[in-house]
T-cell receptor, first 110, second 116 residues
């Protein structure tokens, strides 16, 4: 069974601050996705990383895939209240199934 | 692009009845669809993997006779919760993967099931 540990579980910050969310595993993933989910809705795909060491930027969000494809990070610069939500990482493993982290609930206060 | 719909968005049913939830990929064909269950403030729990034209693969601990999955076409998968009980109340979410070789899953908006 592949496990994906996500941290921190909860994060409450002020508008304008920076933050980083981590996903770590002892398993190698063929790809990793980051999603953002709002209450009562399905997760929305933010990014897919495939290559070890890959870095992708999406406006104020920076995603990195570890060199060994076992871990990933999401960094948000100058967080805004609109960034509030549940952030999920998902590692694609055996048979195309994804293992999800436990999620990070981010609250950005104005 | 890559839009997935679910119907209904919410449903209330009585204990002992069955409920069918539909998952459709609107603008792409999905050879593989996934069904998840999510409890409040928790992550997604994979219930089963559904491949078009073949039987679904259920995760350990998920009763296949209780959660019937049918993937009848490349754009439609259905989940039927049979003989529902209050403990089946949950948020059910489907996702679809657009073809072989694709890494991403695109999620539907979810269905809130309440069994009274």
């Amino acid at each position: 069974t592949q496990l994906l540990e996500q941290s921190p579980q909860f994060l409450s910050i002020q508008e304008g601050e920076n933050l980083t969310v981590y996903c770590n595993s002892s398993s190698v993933f063929s790809s990793l996705q980051w999603y953002r989910q709002e209450p009562g809705e399905g997760p929305v795909l933010l990014v897919t990383v495939v290559t070890g060491g890959e870095v992708k930027k999406l406006k104020r969000l920076t995603f990195q895939f570890g060199d060994a494809r076992k871990d990933s990070s999401l960094h948000i610069t100058a967080a805004q209240p609109g960034d509030t939500g549940l952030y999920l990482c998902a590692g694609e493993g055996n048979a195309g199934k994804s293992t999800f982290g436990d999620g990070t609930t981010l609250t950005v206060k104005p | 692009g890559a839009v997935v719909s679910q119907h209904p968005s919410w449903v209330i049913c009585k204990s002992g009845t069955s409920v069918k939830i539909e998952c459709r990929s609107l603008d792409f064909q999905a050879t593989t669809m996934f069904w998840y269950r999510q409890f409040p403030k928790q992550s997604l729990m994979l219930m089963a993997t559904s491949n078009e034209g073949s039987k679904a693969t259920y995760e350990q601990g998920v009763e296949k006779d209780k959660f019937l999955i049918n993937h009848a076409s490349l754009t439609l998968s259905t989940l039927t919760v049979t003989s529902a009980h209050p403990e089946d109340s949950s948020f059910y979410i489907c996702s679809a993967r657009p073809g072989q070789g694709a890494h991403e899953q695109y999620f539907g908006p979810g269905t809130r099931l309440t069994v009274t």
